[in-house]
């Protein structure tokens, strides 16, 4: 289909998209597992291009920058989240990259598309050692899992479980691992463990109905859960230890809400808690922490009409780990990446 996106105004850039990640989120979106929608809905907020236009009073931009936009593109600017940099917990609800309402009063569309118009400050600097294609993914799911990373002080010495390991889950290895922690895996798919182990995991343990995780009792920091399905939560609480906390980022449908026991939570003093990707200017930080540090997704770049196979695989666990959607890329963003 064809649409147009809104004028270009002061403070925007247009940018011509090469490449958009397919998020999971993508399809709880589309399949209304997080509420009503409205059609017809483009989504992908793992935007990453080049700059081709520029309005009259940009600074941070000029044409041909290489750029990314994650999930959202606008926020009130005056809260006090917003003030504080966290955008993302805008008190008056920041606009994300689809399905928001614009400051031009049309429902915004995502990244499953070739151009968009993003005001400036929303927009993150995508470092030349990072390939465009590989851009994308780090603005959702790798923000999604630094975020919490650097809230709860994960660094050299922490011990960090990491549940599930999919498209959020093998950054969150990539980058506890590079934040300097001893990181264990918990994954239901056997033929994951030899990743793990090269994105850094020190060990690996199969989730599996009756696993003994006895020998790992009060033995975590930190364990953050990117499953994004209803699964049992309190066979995870014994392995932290005192004071440590619980963090879900994965989220599924709305009606499949987790349960958990509040006496294992009582017993060790531990917290259970949440996290929602992270502000702009974590985001750039995150992204020049990944460019400096050599780190990014493992993606297999699929064509448009590619999306409904895609789709499928999420759905099916088979995606390894990121699939990223070629809309026309070019240059530097066209050279071969693994997967």
Not at 96 to 119: L, M, R
Not at 201 to 225: M, P, Q, R, T, Y
Request: proline content about 4%; some cysteine; aromatic content about 8%.
């Amino acid at each position: 289909m064809k649409f147009e996106r809104r004028a270009l105004g002061p403070k925007d850039v247009a940018i011509k998209l090469y490449y958009c990640g397919v998020c999971h989120s993508d399809i709880h979106t589309i399949r209304g597992d997080w509420g009503k929608i409205q059609y017809p809905q483009i989504v992908g907020h793992e935007l990453a291009g080049e700059v081709v236009a520029v309005g009259s009073s940009v600074s941070k931009f000029t044409t041909g920058a290489r750029v990314g936009v994650g999930t959202m593109v606008n926020s009130c600017r005056v809260c006090i989240e917003c003030q504080a940099g966290h955008e993302n917990y805008c008190l008056n609800g920041n606009t994300q990259t689809y399905g928001s309402k614009d400051k031009d009063g049309t429902i915004t569309q995502g990244g499953y598309s070739t151009f968009v118009v993003v005001d400036e400050d929303f927009v993150i600097n995508i470092p030349a050692a990072i390939d465009l294609a590989e851009a994308g993914p780090l603005l959702c799911a790798g923000i999604t899992v630094y975020s919490p990373f650097r809230r709860w002080s994960i660094s050299p010495g922490k011990k960090v479980a990491i549940v599930g390991m999919g498209g959020l889950g093998h950054l969150g290895v990539k980058l506890a691992t590079a934040l300097g922690a001893e990181v264990t895996v918990f994954t239901t798919s056997p033929d994951k463990i030899n990743d793990a182990k090269r994105f850094g995991a020190k060990e690996v343990v199969i989730n599996e109905k009756g696993a003994d995780f006895s020998k790992l009792k009060h033995a975590f920091d930190f364990a953050l859960d990117t499953v994004p399905y209803k699964h049992d939560l309190d066979r995870f609480i014994p392995l932290l230890k005192r004071d440590a906390t619980y963090c879900r980022v994965g989220v599924g449908k709305v009606v499949d809400s987790n349960e958990i026991g509040q006496m294992k939570l009582v017993l060790y003093r531990n917290a259970f808690a949440g996290s929602n990707t992270g502000g702009i200017q974590e985001t750039q930080d995150m992204v020049d922490f990944c460019a400096l540090n050599k780190i990014k997704p493992e993606i297999t770049r699929i064509p448009m009409n590619g999306i409904d196979d895609a789709w499928k695989k999420v759905i099916d666990k088979q995606a390894r780990y990121r699939f990223v959607i070629d809309l026309g890329g070019r240059g530097d963003g066209n050279k071969p990446t693994r997967g």
